[in-house]
C-alpha cells in the first residue's frame, strides 16, 4: 500500500511521486519517493510566436510618441494554466484509482497550487486527505524533494540502514 501520492508541478510540468517502503528494509534506506509519470503542459512549451499571432509591442503616435498597450496575454496565460490544472486533476484521479493512497501532497507555486486545488478538491474522495505546499520543487531530484519535504514534516524522513 502507497501511503502517499506526491504531485510537484509548476506551469509547464507535473511530476507524480508515491512514498514507498523498501522491499528489503534491512538493507535498503526507505520510504522513497518513486516518480511514476510526468504530464507536461504544451502551451508552455510552445514559443511566443506558436501562441500568439503577433509579438508584443508598442504603438507609435503621431508625434513619434511611443505608447505601451495591453493585449491580455496574461489571462491566457491563465487559462491554459486552469486547462492544464484541471489536466492534472484527471491523473491524480487515475492514479488514486491504480494505487490505494489516503494522503495527497501537492506541492506547486502558489498560482498554480490554487488552480489544482480548484479544480481537484470536488473530485477527492472524503477518505483522502489533502496537503498542500506553495513552493516550486519541480526541478528538483526526487531524493532532494524527499528531504525538502521530510524537513517540513509533510512526509516521513527516510530512515537510514545500518551496516
Known amino acids: 500500500m ?6 510537484v508541478m509548476d506551469g509547464t510540468k507535473a511530476r507524480f511521486f508515491t512514498l514507498e517502503e523498501a522491499e ?3 538493507y535498503q534506506s ?22 500568439w499571432a503577433n509579438t508584443k509591442g508598442r504603438n507609435r503616435g503621431s508625434r513619434n510618441q511611443v505608447h505601451g498597450y495591453d493585449d491580455h496575454r496574461q489571462n491566457h496565460i491563465s487559462e491554459y494554466e486552469r486547462h492544464f490544472a484541471k489536466d492534472i486533476t484527471q491523473k491524480i484521479t487515475e492514479l488514486l484509482d491504480q494505487w ?10 502558489p498560482q498554480m ?17 489533502l496537503e498542500e505546499l506553495a513552493k516550486d520543487l ?14 517540513k514534516q509533510l512526509v516521513p524522513a527516510r530512515k537510514a540502514v545500518l551496516i
Not at 113 to 129: A, C
Not at 138 to 151: F, G, R, S, V
Open 100 to 109: 490505494e493512497s489516503h494522503l495527497i501532497l501537492l506541492v506547486a507555486e
Open 2 to 7: 502507497n501511503q502517499a501520492l506526491v504531485a
Open 30 to 51: 526507505s520510504p522513497n519517493l518513486v516518480e511514476h509519470q510526468c504530464l507536461t503542459n504544451a502551451a508552455k512549451e510552445m514559443s511566443g510566436r506558436e501562441l
Open 138 to 151: 519541480c526541478k528538483l531530484k526526487p531524493l532532494e524533494i524527499h528531504e525538502y519535504l521530510a524537513h
Open 24 to 26: 528489503f528494509p534491512e
Open 113 to 129: 497550487l490554487g488552480f489544482v486545488r480548484e479544480s481537484l478538491t470536488p473530485h477527492l474522495p472524503r477518505k483522502i486527505k
